[in-house]
């Protein structure tokens, strides 16, 4: 089992760029996550989606939106990229009965000019 | 804002020798804490949790303890090796909160001393 994948690992955007960050999962799990990590901070929740079909807004959704195309995979898409969203950003993933032991991918870094 | 808050952002050890990282947190409607390693350049990885109504609980060369009088959690390395060093973070889950209920403190950077 690969665990949680994510693609790129690394980005540079210029500001106005858009792009869209990929994450799949192969445990079967329902619920799965977008975080974004700054230095010094801790985990902070972008969105999340629950079970397949449905997403929802965490801590600090603003400047992105979330695609749950299916069980396995979860898009986090910046459609005008700005230097406050520079930052390594982590998906998650969890058995719907325990969405505090969360799997996390080896994160994207995205730096934004 | 945080609820869930470390002592320290640095803790060095010496090879060999037992490392304590604490954590404190303010809301009582906490059901589950836990704790994460995030060694550098990876994602979080999950090492134990508690329940609220537990007080200790243990595994592999790891102990965590929840002390709820003080609100305060921690998490007891036993005989700390080179590949122990990471950040730790402590997070609280509130009960009932959901998929969202998980909160995450800013990490305790932990460093081994050869």
């Known amino acids: 089992n690969a665990g949680v994948t994510q693609t790129p690992k690394f980005q540079v955007l210029k500001t106005g760029q858009s792009m869209t960050l990929q994450c799949a999962q192969d445990?079967?799990?329902?619920?799965m996550y977008w975080y974004r990590q700054d230095p010094g901070m801790g985990l902070r929740l972008i969105y999340y989606?629950?079970?397949?079909?449905?997403?929802d807004k965490g801590e600090v959704p603003n400047g992105y939106n979330v695609s749950r195309l299916n069980k396995r995979e979860f898009s986090l898409r910046l459609e005008s990229a700005a230097p406050s969203q520079t930052s390594v950003y982590f998906c998650?993933?969890?058995?719907?009965?325990?969405?505090?032991?969360?799997?996390f991918g080896p994160g994207t870094r995205l730096t934004v000019t | 804002g945080e609820s869930v808050g470390l002592h320290l952002p640095t803790l060095s050890v010496q090879e060999g020798d037992n490392s304590i990282i604490n954590c404190a947190y303010s809301?009582?409607?906490?059901?589950?804490f836990i704790w994460y390693k995030q060694e550098s350049g990876k994602g979080p990885q999950f090492i134990i949790d508690?329940?609220?109504?537990?007080d200790k609980r243990q595994g592999q060369r790891v102990t965590v303890l929840l002390n709820k009088t003080v609100k305060h959690l921690s998490l007891q390395i036993a005989a700390t090796q080179p590949g122990d060093s990471a950040v730790y973070f402590c997070?609280?889950?509130?009960?009932?909160?959901?998929?969202?209920?998980?909160?995450f403190g800013k990490g305790t950077h932990l460093i081994i001393q050869p």
């Open positions: 989606s629950a079970s397949e079909g449905t997403t």
């Open positions: 998650a993933s969890s058995k719907a009965q325990s969405h505090y032991e969360q799997y």
């Open positions: 508690i329940r609220s109504n537990m």
């Open positions: 809301n009582s409607a906490s059901d589950y």
């Open positions: 997070a609280e889950n509130i009960s009932g909160g959901g998929a969202d209920g998980l909160t």
């Open positions: 445990m079967n799990h329902n619920s």
